[in-house]
């Protein structure tokens, strides 16, 4: 991220002497101070819409976080708003970039930021590719106006951007997290991100080009998750890192023992599919396996167990003469997986299919079809 020139106000003569009266003066000069934040630029979608919400954000959340607590007051304080309306514009300089400051109001020009998000996705959704790459510079815009992002619209803008088969955009904004704050810390995004990889090797039909990419991608998030930056601490009780599930971990099984079994033993195959085995049998009391309560837990449990069942099952076969090891997770299959997905799959079949969208038992016919 490029580091900020102070931000300098400019006003014309009458202004400067009506603001005399305020305690803040020095704040209205260049000061050698360094201030950080980030104000994003935005290319053109082609919907109006959405254009319109990105300039607001940009225009009235992200560019004051950027001013000093003297210019914001001049901004939100109605009593020094005749101090901006005046002949010559009032103006800060943050970098290189010159922004005329306007009287704005906290409650009626500030975006709700939780149904602000939303709506940007759904626009971001209709408006296709062009307006999808705005996602990084929307994000880095929330982190530097302190605009924290909570888990679950994490897991929302995960997920819609992976619908969208922008996967590959959201890992580049994992990989900056200290610019854009979306974190593999949080398990609902993270367990998006693997689907998408598990996603790119059975659209493909588990041929060989979409089985590695599925797989690079999975491993690669894998590495990133191990990352210091995505290891966030927690104030009440101690977190379980996305890493240390078997949920995520079974996604790796899934892809590695496909990878095994159909592209051969090289690249040293085999020993990593064990490897990810011991951490998936080492983890496994981490993971949330129960009878699923209603529908959108049934739902929610075929998308997470899934590819945990089908690599074990794919795993045991692969696995040769460690005997213990089969049996391990051919105990777990009989008597924890199966059960759980047989009779969550039963329940989602129950509502109609425009009453919902069945993403867990399409995954779960998807992989079931699956042969080696």
Avoid at 212 to 223: H, I, N, S, T, V
Avoid at 282 to 294: F, S
Wanted: proline content about 5%; some cysteine; charged content about 25%.
């Amino acid at each position: 991220m490029a580091s900020l020139r102070p931000a300098s106000t400019r006003f014309c003569s009458s202004c400067l002497r009506l603001a005399t009266p305020i305690p803040m003066s020095r704040s209205f000069t260049t000061s050698p101070t360094r201030r950080k934040g980030y104000l994003p630029t935005f290319h053109p979608t082609g919907s109006a819409e959405l254009d319109e919400l990105l300039s607001t954000f940009r225009t009235n959340i992200f560019f004051p976080a950027q001013l000093s607590a003297a210019q914001r007051n001049l901004v939100f304080r109605k009593k020094y708003h005749h101090l901006l309306t005046g002949d010559e514009p009032a103006t800060a300089t943050i970098g290189s970039e010159v922004v005329q400051m306007v009287p704005l109001d906290h409650l009626r020009d500030e975006p709700n930021t939780d149904s602000s998000i939303a709506r940007v996705l759904d626009l971001m959704g209709e408006a296709g590719d062009d307006a999808w790459q705005n996602l990084p510079e929307f994000l880095m815009g929330l982190r530097s106006s302190k605009r924290k992002l909570r888990g679950y619209q994490m897991e929302k803008i995960v997920r819609r951007a992976c619908l969208a088969k922008k996967e590959g955009l959201v890992k580049q904004c994992c990989m900056r997290v200290g610019d854009t704050g979306l974190g593999l810390w949080e398990l609902g995004a993270v367990k998006e991100l693997m689907w998408a990889a598990l996603q790119r090797a059975y659209e493909g039909g588990w041929e060989k080009d979409g089985l590695r990419r599925g797989l690079k991608f999975a491993e690669d998030l894998w590495l990133l998750m191990h990352d210091p930056r995505h290891q966030r601490r927690s104030k009440g009780k101690p977190l379980v890192w996305p890493r240390h599930r078997p949920e995520v971990v079974g996604v790796l099984v899934q892809l590695q023992a496909a990878a095994t079994a159909s592209l051969g033993e090289g690249e040293n195959r085999g020993e990593k599919l064990k490897e990810y085995v011991k951490i998936l049998l080492a983890t496994w009391k981490n993971g949330e396996l129960g009878l699923p309560r209603n529908w959108h837990d049934a739902n929610q449990k075929l998308l997470t167990w899934t590819p945990v069942w089908h690599g074990m099952k794919t795993a045991r076969q692969l696995l040769g003469d460690d005997k213990e090891m089969r049996n391990n997770l051919g105990m777990k299959l009989v008597q924890e997986v199966e059960p759980v997905l047989q009779r969550a799959r039963d329940l989602v079949l129950t509502r109609p299919p425009q009453e919902g969208v069945r993403r867990g038992a399409k995954l779960y016919d998807a992989l079931s079809n699956f042969s080696q």
